[in-house]
């Protein structure tokens, strides 16, 4: 019943999508200039300058602080001097179908190389899109309800519809799936929209729910590495620690990051700090948990970003510019939403030039970056 459920929602949406004969492409299909380039050769133009700018993913008005809804020649000129790795909408983005399809060819017209067009789209109570009143698409019971469903073709049609509309409005990016395991009753920022507390339940239900989103052509990204479950408090406003050892998360936490690294495209990394491994960082900013473990020990060779630099966690203790050097130090490649951009972007710069950041350093990143573009 389940299936012919999902069959039903999923044929409602491609007719939906086929009425919607304005729709942008996605990334690959936006190369303009750069179709006969590959990354290597990209990269090999590219001024330290750009190279440094396509490291942000950031809310359009920190280029434009006037800009919220669409492009303005200010903001174009802006691009300029910041041409960015790409943008994150949030609901306040968005006013009508009409709108949002200009906004992010808009934003994609704007910049040399295409951008990333990212937003978090899970399903359940975080869908930036689907819950907003302006647009009729089809809505999902939170994960959690997907993962008690047991299975995992469920998680593969949330996916699927899910990809389909955000290809539609011209995204190219979802932050979802969530990979962590809610092992704690008490969480209040995880909780449901956690697949469960089976990590190999959600491992699966993860793996499927990518499989949905690449049918459509959008990329995905398993948040919140090393984990987000087992806590109580809530990064988006404090200092949130984990006591427990990196032998017990590597039993249930990590289940679904380390099944899924051949699946993803990306891997979100949480302002959680693990005493066990690193009691000075967070581990978006630590070089423990992201060199040496996330890379070193566990062996995942792809695009890794922060989350929200912009949260409590972060921009209480460390400020903008240092949070986003510490974060590129510690083996993140993009660098999610700093509070004040310009001063991150300064600060990035500096360290490069400086010698603080080697160049090969910052072009590892950058060719992570425009592979994930599709060069």
């Known amino acids: 019943m389940r299936k012919n459920l999902f069959v039903l929602v999923f044929v409602s949406c491609v007719l939906f999508l086929i009425s919607a004969c304005s729709s942008t492409s996605g990334l690959a299909e936006s190369k303009k200039q750069y179709d006969l380039r590959d990354a290597e050769t990209i990269l090999s133009h590219m001024s330290l300058e750009e190279k440094v700018a396509q490291l942000f993913v950031i809310i359009p008005e920190q280029i434009d602080s006037k800009v919220r809804t669409k492009v303005s020649k200010s903001f174009s000129k802006n691009m300029e001097k910041y041409p960015v790795g ?23 017209e704007v910049s040399p190389i295409p951008p990333i067009i990212a937003v978090d789209e899970e ?46 409005f011209g995204f190219n990016m979802d932050f979802a799936p969530v990979a962590d395991v809610n092992t704690n009753p008490e969480n209040i920022v995880i909780g449901a929209r956690a697949f469960g507390s089976d990590p190999y339940l959600v491992s699966k239900m993860d793996a499927a729910f990518l499989s949905g989103l690449h049918s ?135 360290a490069v030039k400086s010698g603080r950041i080697s160049e090969e350093r910052l072009n590892e990143s950058v060719l992570r970056i425009l592979k994930l573009k599709g060069f």
């Open 216 to 350: 459509t052509g959008v990329k995905g990204c398993i948040k919140h590495f090393p984990g987000h479950g087992d806590t109580k408090g809530d990064t988006h406003a404090e200092y949130v620690a984990v006591t427990k050892t990196w032998e017990e998360i590597k039993k249930a936490e990590l289940v679904p990051f380390i099944e899924n690294f051949k699946n993803t495209d990306s891997v979100m990394v949480a302002h959680v700090t693990f005493v066990d491994v690193d009691s000075e960082y967070p581990a978006s900013l630590s070089k423990k948990l992201i060199s040496e473990k996330l890379r070193g020990e566990l062996g995942y060779e792809g695009l890794v970003l922060t989350d929200a630099l912009n949260m409590g966690a972060i921009e209480k203790n460390y400020g903008s510019g240092e949070a986003c050097v510490l974060a590129f130090e510690a083996g993140n490649d993009i660098l999610l939403m700093p509070q004040h951009f310009p001063e991150a972007y300064d600060a990035l710069l500096a």
């Open 86 to 108: 790409g943008f994150i909408l949030f609901a306040y983005h968005i006013e009508n179908p009409k709108q949002l399809r200009n906004f992010t060819a808009g934003l994609k």
């Open 123 to 168: 399903g359940g109570r975080v869908a930036r899109l689907a819950r907003h009143e302006e647009f009729f698409l089809p809505k999902f019971a939170n994960m959690d309800a997907v993962g008690k469903s047991g299975d995992v073709e469920n998680a593969r049609g949330a996916g699927q519809i899910i990809g389909s509309y955000l290809y539609s």
